[in-house]
DNA sequence: GTTAGCACTCCTGTATAATGAGTGCTAATC
DNA sequence: GATTAGCACTCATTATACAGGAGTGCTAAC
C-alpha cells in the first residue's frame, strides 16, 4: 500500500482507481467470473454507486489495466493489472502460526537427504496451493565436490561418481577403449580427490582442464575420458528439478479447454523450459519471491504464472522453489507459502550442505 | 486367424461374427466413431447387405462384443469385443525392415549408462506410437551387487552408495548418531564388498541380515545403521520408472473430456500404481507382449489400456516396457512395436550387464 | 463531480424444429 | 431357410428463435 514509485513508466492511478482494480482482482481471483460494476460496489463495499465504478473501470479498461470479454460483459484483468496489483496493490497475507507451524513439522522428518527434501518441497508446496508445485537442487556453484569414486564396471566401462558436500550423487559411465588396470583406476582416483576435493561443482570442468596435464604423460587415454567425463559431470544430476501435483492444474477453470491442458503439461515435461521460465521470473523481480506473467516472458505457454523464490544456502541464493498455475492465482497467500518454506528450505540445505 | 482354443469360456463364434467383429473394432479403431452397418460393408466390401450385417451386430450385442452408446447409433466394441479382437481376431502387423532400422539406428549411440538407455527407449516409445511412452529399470532380482562405497558427510551422515553390474548406482544418507572414525567406515566398506559383491540385488537385505553379526561386536551402531540403510537399499535407485510423450495423449478425442484425461494423468503421476498396471498387464498373458483393458483391472482408471512387453536379461524376464493410451489403439502395429523394442532392450542389457 | 435512469449489447438457457445416421422389424426374394 | 429391400422409428446433433439477465455507455439531473 506505501506509495512508493513503481520502476516502470505506469501512468499514476488516483487512489479510487486504485481501490477499485485492487478489487477487480481480487474478486477476479476468488471467482474466475468477470466481474461488473455491481459486484465490485456490493463486495467491498465501496461507497459509490455502480454508476461512478462504471466510469472508472473504463478508464482502467483505457489505460490498459482491465478488459472486457466483450462489449457488456464485465471486466478481467490484463496482464498489466497483474502485474500492477503484485508489485503495487496486494498485501502479502502472512501465514498464520497454524500454517507454519504444520510445514515445520512436515519437514522435521526429512532431513536427510537434499533429494527427499526437495521432493518432499514439491509435495508440499502442491498440496498447500493446490497448484504445481517446483522445487530446483541447488546450484553447481553452491555446491561442492566431496568426494569421487572409480568403480569398474564390466570389460572396460568405469562408472564415475561424484558425491557433492550434501551427499548427493552424479553419476556417469565412461566407456573405454581398452580395459584398464587396477592401479591406474587407484590412481586417477586418487588424483581426482587430492586435486578437486572441496572444489565448487560447477567450476569442476575449467579446474580438470587446468590441472589434467600433471596425469597426461602415462596414461593418455585414461585422462582423456576422465576430462570429457568431469565436463560432463556438473549436468549429471539425476533429478535437476522434483514437480508434484500438476494434475490439480485440471481443477483450474481456465485449464478446462483441452488445448490450454495440453500447452501447460507440454511445458511441464519439459524441464529444462520450467527451469528458464523459473530463472526468468526470479531476475525479472528484485530477487526475492517474484511472479511472472508477461505474455513475451511464458514461453509460448499463455494464461500461465509462476510464484518462485530463490533459497539462500550459507546466505547465497543456491536455487528456485515456486508454484506454477494460472494467471488467476490467490499472490497474497502463494507468496507468502512460497517465500516462507524458501526460508526453511535455505536453513535445511545449509545446515545439510554441512 | 487360426482357429485354436481360447482360454476363455468364450462362445464360439461364427466366421461370419468374427468378420464383422473385426471390420468394426478395426473401423472404430481408425475413426474412433461408432460403427453402423452401413460402413461395415462399405468400408470392407463385405459381400453381405447392411441388413444383414445389421442383424449379426445384434447378436454380437447379445453377446457382449458390442455396444451401442445409445438406441439408433452405430455400435463400438466393448471391453470383451477388444479382448477378443486382441486374442483372436487382429494379425500382429510386422515391423517392414525400414522401421526395424531405424529403431536399431536410434538406439545405436545410446550403450552406455542404463537409465539413458531406458529414458530413451520411453522416448522412442512414445514417439513411435504416438502413446505414453514406458519403460521400467530391470529387476532387483536381476541385478547384482558390483560395489559398496561409504562416504562421510558432513559430521556424522554416511552417504551409502551402490553401484550395481549395469553401472546403475543407488545411493542413500545414513544419520549417525555420533561422528564415525575413519578406519570403521574403511572397514564396514570393506565388510560389505567383500561379503555382497555380486550378490543378487533383491535378496541384499536377507543376506545382510544373516551375515551383519560378524561385525555387531565392536560397533554396534554403525552396523545396526548399515542394516537399516540396505534393508532400503533395493528400493533407493532413483528412477524405477521412466515416462514420456504422455501429452500426446490429448491428441486422442476419448482424453478430449477433461475428467478422462485428469484421471490418467493422475494415474502416470503415481508411478507405484503404473507399475502395477503393467505387471497386471504382464501377468495376464504368457509373459510375453499382452495387453490390458478389463474394467476391474485399470486400478479405476477406465478407457485406457496398455500394450506391455518383458524384456529378458540373460533369458529371464528382467522388467517392462510398453505403452499407455485410449483402449482404442492401433493394436497390431503397437505390438510389434513394442515386441520388437522390447527384444532389443533385452539385448542391449544382457550386454551392459556384463 | 456524482448518480439515477434508460436504452442497448451480448451471453446464456430453453424450446422447437429440421436433419441425418442408424436401427429393428416385416415382408418379399433367392 | 437365409438374405435383403423397404420403411417406420429413435435419438443425437444442429440451427433458429426467443426470453432473461448481467452489464455497459451515455445523458440528464442532482
Redesign the pocket.
Known sequence: MAKKKSQEEVPALAE?EREILHAVVNSYITTA???????VVKRFNI?????????V??DL?ELGYLQ????????VPTDRGYRYYVSHLMHVQELTVGERRRIEREFSRKLDDVDGLLRHTSHLLALASHQAGIAEAPDASQTRVQRFELVPVGENRLAVLMVDNYGSVRSMMAQMSTPIETYQVEQLNNFLNQNFMGLEVGALADSVRIRLGEVLGEQRDLAQRALETLDLMPQRRENRLFLDGAVQLFEQPEFQRVEQAREVFGLLEEHDRLITLLRRAVVDGEGRTVFISRQSDNLGVEGICVVASSYNVDGKPAGLIGVLGPQRMPYPKLTALVEYTAGLVGRLLTKLGK
Open positions: 479510487r467470473e468477470p466481474v461488473g460494476s455491481r459486484t461507497d459509490l454507486s455502480a454508476a461512478t465504478v462504471r466510469n473501470m473504463a479498461e472486457q470479454v466483450h462489449t457488456s460483459s464485465g471486466r
